[in-house]
Nanobody
Framework: QVQLVESGGGLVQAGDSLKLSCAVS????????VGWFRQAPGQEREFVAA????????YYGDSVKGRFTISRDNPRNRVYLQMNSLEAEDAADYYC????????????????WGQGTQVTVSS
């Protein structure tokens, strides 16, 4: 089992930055991909970004490329999502998830999920 706990959500203004954190615990995730997804009310869950634990390869959804950066801190077992130039459309519940495969950018690949953290962007 892998446990994931998100933190860092909150209320920001459009144009601001916010950094989300995901604490990873449980079994080793050395061969996993850890990703961020988001879901706004009435919308489908959307892939945001992912990073492979072992090599640090990163992947981004088209809507966040150039604004969001995913990173990991292996010794601390944490994955971060730095979000810059936030827009109203970025408001959503953000979920951290872990997939036991590499190159995972579909929600179906992810086996373990956190409870989510809410990001609200005022315009």
């Amino acid at each position: 089992q892998v446990q994931l706990v998100e933190s860092g959500g909150g209320l920001v203004q459009a144009g601001d930055s916010l950094k989300l954190s995901c604490a990873v615990s449980g079994r080793s995730v050395s061969t996993f991909t850890v990703g961020w997804f988001r879901q706004a009310p009435g919308q489908e869950r959307e892939f945001v970004a992912a990073i492979t634990w072992q090599y640090g390869s990163t992947y981004y959804g088209d809507s966040v490329k150039g604004r969001f950066t995913i990173s990991r801190d292996n010794p601390r077992n944490r994955v971060y999502l730095q979000m810059n130039s936030l827009e109203a459309e970025d408001a959503a519940d953000y979920y951290c998830a872990a997939a036991p495969v590499r190159d995972a950018n579909s929600a179906a690949d992810y086996r373990y999920w956190g409870q989510g953290t809410q990001v609200t962007v005022s315009s």
